[in-house]
């Protein structure tokens, strides 16, 4: 499964995560997810309920079963996040060194021009590029189907 089908199951679900949370959460990060303020570290072990949004790929946690059952989200288990399988030689894009490309990282800021340089999926921010200080979360080519997207905060259409 590539990690965007694991998303379109993800997007904007809730779970109650039993003594599993660990498990998820590396699971998540390998998805894309992450939280806001700890990015892809373990953490709120505690917690009995993740939240997961697909407007910020954030994971969102709280301790209260009346907040978990009156969220709107998709219910799921824990074995419908674990038993995703992504397919490592799986890439959205097949990048070259140098390759032209618009980059973000998250929905809400704007596209900005960048030279590719390498993929790195265990690291929070997996797109490096040429001369720019800071990794990226997002990244897709930059050609005639996606130069409107310069400058923007339109997301990306297959």
């Known amino acids: 499964m590539t990690i965007k089908e694991a998303k379109k199951i993800l997007d904007n679900t809730k779970v109650y995560v039993s003594d599993?949370?660990?498990?998820?959460?590396?699971?998540?990060?390998?998805?894309?997810?992450?939280?806001?303020?700890?990015?892809?570290?373990?953490?709120?072990?505690?917690a009995p309920f993740?939240?997961?949004?697909?407007?910020?790929?954030?994971?969102?946690?709280?301790?209260?079963?009346?907040?978990?059952?009156?969220n709107t989200y998709k219910e799921i288990s824990v074995n419908d996040i674990l038993n995703i399988n992504i397919d490592k030689e799986s890439k959205e894009f097949?990048?070259?060194?140098?390759?032209?490309?618009?980059?973000?990282?998250?929905?809400?800021?704007?596209?900005?021009?960048?030279?590719?340089?390498?993929y790195n999926g265990k690291n929070e921010f997996p797109y490096a590029m040429v001369q720019i200080i800071n990794?990226?979360?997002?990244?897709?080519p930059y050609n005639d189907?996606?130069?409107?997207?310069?400058?923007?905060?339109d997301k990306y259409q297959d």
Not at 50 to 69: A, H, Q, R, S, V
Not at 135 to 140: D, G, P, R, S
Not at 145 to 151: A, D, I, R, S, V
């Open 94 to 118: 097949d990048f070259k060194p140098f390759d032209k490309v618009l980059v973000r990282d998250l929905d809400s800021e704007v596209w900005i021009p960048a030279l590719y340089k390498d």
């Open 135 to 140: 990794n990226f979360e997002q990244c897709i």
């Open 20 to 46: 599993k949370s660990e498990a998820i959460q590396e699971k998540l990060f390998e998805i894309g997810y992450r939280w806001e303020s700890n990015g892809k570290i373990v953490s709120n072990l505690d």
């Open 145 to 153: 189907k996606t130069k409107h997207l310069l400058g923007t905060t």
């Open 50 to 70: 993740l939240f997961i949004d697909n407007d910020t790929d954030y994971i969102g946690y709280d301790y209260y079963m009346n907040y978990f059952l009156k």
